[in-house]
């Protein structure tokens, strides 16, 4: 399973990536907000500065909801940095233009899935990654999971090259939850994933370790 961090502060990029475990990055137009990235200019620099820290895919999000606006704004992402992937919303412009980039050997995420019959459209079109959102659906009472596998199933039937990369993760079980599923990659905060490293038997044990070593000395 890929590990992706779910945000745009450079610092928890960092932190990610020097941990060893971090294989790209998914941002979205709300995360930039969240760090103060304003402006084209410094919005496109702050992926190019994400795409020199971390060793993998960079999903960038286009704004624009129309065919021609997506098509123009997706290539000028692309064009930044290799490691770029066009983040481009489950509407039926963004299906248009996934296909067009499909076809441009351009690869792409389609965001914003909340169903199966959207993950089925995306990976017809030739979406390199899906973007099931978990949480979100975990959040209004709906079986996010189930959603998962529901997708897991079908891209395994037809053989989908198309990536499943569980975003709008929580918390840890999320993520193994999604291992067991079998999602390709997750896409969450910091927190959840460090949350991973952490088990009171291990604090415990370790503890007793270093003491019994001070004993014998
Ligand atoms: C995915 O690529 C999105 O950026 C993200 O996972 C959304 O998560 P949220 O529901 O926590 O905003």
């Not at 993998?56 to 992402?77: H, N, P, R, Y």
């Not at 692309?78 to 509407?91: F, G, S, T, Y």
């Not at 079998?182 to 370790?206: E, F, Q, R, V």
């Amino acid at each position: 399973m890929k590990f992706f961090i779910d945000t745009a502060n450079l610092d928890q990029i960092k932190e990610a990536q020097n941990l060893g475990i971090l294989d790209g990055v998914t941002t979205n137009p709300s995360l930039m907000a969240k760090e103060g990235i304003h402006g084209e200019d410094r919005v496109r620099q702050h992926y190019v500065d994400i795409c020199e820290i971390v060793d993998g895919d960079v999903s960038a999000e286009v704004i624009s909801t129309d065919f021609e606006g997506i098509v123009t704004e997706g290539e000028s992402l692309a064009a930044l940095h290799e490691q770029i992937v066009v983040k481009v919303p489950m509407i039926k412009e963004g299906v248009k233009a996934i296909k067009y980039f499909s076809d441009k050997g351009i690869r792409t995420n389609c965001t914003l899935i909340f169903s199966a019959g959207q993950a089925l459209l995306a990976a017809k079109a030739g979406a390199s990654y899906i973007s099931p959102f978990l949480g979100r659906l975990d959040d209004i009472s709906t079986d996010g999971l189930n959603l998962i596998e529901e997708i897991r199933t079908i891209y395994d039937n037809y053989l989908f090259d198309t990536e499943i990369l569980a975003a709008s993760i929580r918390h840890p079980m999320h993520i193994i939850d999604c291992a067991k599923i079998g999602a390709d990659i997750m896409t969450g905060p910091l927190s959840a994933i460090t949350a991973l490293l952490n088990h009171p038997l291990t604090d415990i044990g370790l503890e007793k370790f270093l003491a019994d070593h001070a004993k014998n000395k």
